[in-house]
């Protein structure tokens, strides 16, 4: 905790005291002029827990008068119930009672990482996403957990250290901080623009000549924030690759937030577990709480929250990313559609007098937005992907595109609303062109205008939804479901709102009778499609094989990565040698007594002499050679003493196991 924390408490015996415990330097403050040398003491124990990488509070107290109590208790009633200066009255009955406190001590406690933070921060930091590390505990305590998250690291060049007392100090670290990142920059890089008739800083982005740390207490915070450096600080703080405030309070933790939105062009992201993290949470543009032991308080003023803080990788470099993908292609999708089918009227318009005739069937105007083409680019926009989760965790830089606005922007834009003009006039003057003149199979004329309305509209369906397919990168059963499903709705509303039968219901309504069943059995007409949508989508798919092998962007690197490892084979399975053992070989194994050896290389287990059988058995299994059996089991000792004095008849079987046979009378 950065804020000190008092409590009144009445011990068995009547006495009331006040205890309070916070930040070391904020308890210090508060204590009588007695502590002097407990302090000193304190202060090395609290350095030496710091070190270690514990988190540690100071402890005080003070014992109360009961009538001096009830006057401040009377008086604090009435200040928190007053309209007027509330925050600033109380503010001094708090200042007064907290003082010559006498110091009890100090606690630390090992507050450990959980599990994925490193790895997290890590490649947050390949994703060129800026971290800034904003906490209430002691300067040695968050140098140790930067350099145990991987955000502080040894290869860096330097790690500036601003715990100036004064103004002048830490405006004078800051700039002896600039020097050393960026020794020929410019003392002031501000760009100054007119937004609403107010002038606006902002502040460019700059890259050091290496890697460098900045770490910065709560004193030194409070000038850096100040009207007068505050532009300064940032500039220092965005040439580092990682930024640590400790001992900071909450108020200090929105106030560096809204700095950052205020004068640089960055979506913030604040992350927290505690209820001193609900202010920097609802000023970020994104809050995101962890729900832990700490309280529900973040969770309820965040806008996302999750159990652990590994989970913020998938939150923006997965689910993030696809969403702002999704919607990029959705929007740029959007606009060219309605694009192509808004300007194919302009060029009617110079054939039809400016009449406001419609150059499409009401009905198709009706149900183009509505039902044609609604469903796929919904699919489009919920389903779409350009590589999986694992892609990209092993590729963190494809979050980079989305922060430097190459999916949508000004430029995305205009080259949107050019190519749809250019496939608006291919799709009326291809179609105008190949209708001029010409006559059905059986003679008879089709250049009319129901029939160009019909021919205009079927080529626009299929060009929007060639133009679709191009740019999903993920098909899934419900997008082809999607595409061919409106298609094929297009072709039975069309056939059934062109029929005889919805002429004779409503004449009025439907007075294209005939005109597809007229039409569309006509091969040039079908030709007339297939060419008007490859001259639409022509030029986007050469636009894109020349930006690909020209200058690719790292999106098309990784999916070319991605299309390699699914073409490459698998590896063939290693076969595993097996060495082939003659069966004269023998294994042996340690004994105080005299083993085989003897036998083994007399070679007498290899001699197999015929032997007689009673006539009173049937042969079993292998009958055709008799075997005398060795070793132990035929009387032969490895001492020298026998065993068995004799082995009656022996029966060889199929599997070479001999039993004992004993005669029975017959």
């Known amino acids: ?30 204590l009588h002029q007695s502590c002097k040398k407990l302090m000193d003491v304190t202060t090395e124990h609290l350095n030496e827990f710091a070190g270690e990488g514990l988190r540690t509070l100071a402890l005080a107290y003070k014992d109360l008068d009961e009538e001096y109590f009830s006057q401040w208790k009377q008086r604090h009633h009435e200040a928190s119930t007053t309209l007027e200066d509330k925050e600033s009255k109380l503010d001094e009955l708090y200042e007064e009672i907290e003082k010559d406190l006498l110091l009890l001590g100090a606690t630390a406690i090992e507050d450990k990482l959980q599990d994925g933070v490193p790895q997290t921060i890590e490649q947050l930091a390949k994703a060129d996403i800026k971290i800034w590390v904003l906490t209430g505990d002691k300067q040695e305590t968050a140098e140790n957990i930067g350099y145990s998250c991987n955000l502080l690291r040894e290869e860096m060049n330097e790690i500036f250290i601003i ?37 606006v800083n902002l502040i460019k982005d700059e890259v050091a000549d290496g890697e460098y740390g900045l770490v910065i207490n709560g004193h030194s915070l409070a000038y850096a924030l100040e009207s ?8 220092t703080a965005c040439l580092c690759k990682a930024v640590i405030c400790c001992r900071v309070t909450p108020l200090q933790k929105a106030q560096v937030v809204e700095l950052v939105k205020k004068y640089k062009k960055a979506v913030t992201l604040a992350i927290g577990d505690g209820a001193n993290d609900v202010s920097m949470i609802k000023v970020a543009h994104i809050g995101v709480g962890i729900s832990g032991q700490e309280g529900m308080q973040a969770v309820l003023s965040s806008d996302y929250s999750f159990a652990q803080f590994r989970f913020l990788q998938r939150l923006l470099l997965v689910h993030g990313r696809w969403s702002y993908l999704r919607m990029c292609k959705f929007l740029r999708y959007f606009f060219y559609k309605n694009f192509t089918f808004t300007f194919v009227h302009f060029w009617f318009g110079f054939f039809c007098g400016f009449s406001a005739q419609t150059v499409y069937d009401e009905w198709f105007i009706t149900l183009y937005n509505l039902m044609y083409t609604a469903l796929p680019v919904l699919g489009m926009s919920l389903f779409d992907q350009d590589v999986d989760e694992m892609w990209s965790f092993q590729h963190p830089q494809l979050y980079i595109p989305g922060q430097l606005n190459l999916y949508f922007s000004k430029r995305a834009f205009f080259k949107c609303a050019i190519h749809s003009c250019y496939c608006s006039l291919v799709l009326f003057f291809i179609p105008y062109a190949a209708l001029q003149d010409t006559v059905r199979d059986d003679g008879k ?17 299929f060009a929007v939804s060639i133009q679709l ?11 082809t479901f999607f595409v061919l499903g409106s298609l094929a709705m297009y072709f039975a509303v069309t056939f059934t709102m062109y029929s005889n039968g919805m002429f004779l219901i409503v004449p009025s309504a439907f007075p294209f009778i005939g005109t597809a069943r007229n039409s569309l059995n006509q091969p040039n ?15 986007m798919v050469t636009y894109r094989f020349l930006l690909i092998q020209l200058c690719p962007t790292i999106n098309d690197k990784v999916m070319f990565k991605v299309r390699q490892a699914r073409a490459t084979p698998p590896p063939p399975p290693r076969r595993t040698r097996i060495r082939r053992t003659s069966s004269r070989r023998s294994g042996y194994a340690f004994s105080h007594a005299q083993g085989y050896g003897d036998l083994v290389t007399s070679g007498r287990f290899l001699r197999r002499p015929a032997i007689s059988r009673p006539s009173s058995f049937p042969q079993v299994g292998r009958a055709t050679t008799g075997f005398s059996p060795m070793g132990r089991s035929a009387g032969y000792s490895p001492t020298g003493r026998p065993q068995n004095a004799k082995v009656q008849d022996v029966e060889v079987t199929s599997l070479q196991m001999y039993r004992t046979i004993t005669d029975r009378p017959l």
């Open 1 to 30: 905790m950065c804020t000190c924390l008092c409590k009144t408490v009445r011990s068995p015996e009547g006495k009331l005291s006040l205890y309070c415990k916070g930040a070391d330097t904020i308890i210090y403050e508060k």
């Open 228 to 235: 007068s450096m505050e532009l300064e600080f940032l500039r």
């Open 163 to 199: 715990s100036g007392h004064s103004p002048e100090d830490v405006r004078q670290e800051l700039r002896n901080a600039q020097n050393s990142m960026k020794p020929n920059g410019a003392v002031n890089s501000l760009l100054l623009f007119e937004d609403m008739g107010k002038h």
């Open 445 to 461: 004329d089709v250049a009319d205008y129901q029939s160009f309305a019909l021919l205009t509209q079927t080529c626009l369906l």
């Open 469 to 479: 397919g191009l740019e999903m990168s993920y098909w899934t059963a419900v997008n």
């Open 525 to 539: 007409v079908w030709l007339t499609i297939i060419l008007t949508s490859i001259l639409c989508v022509l030029p």
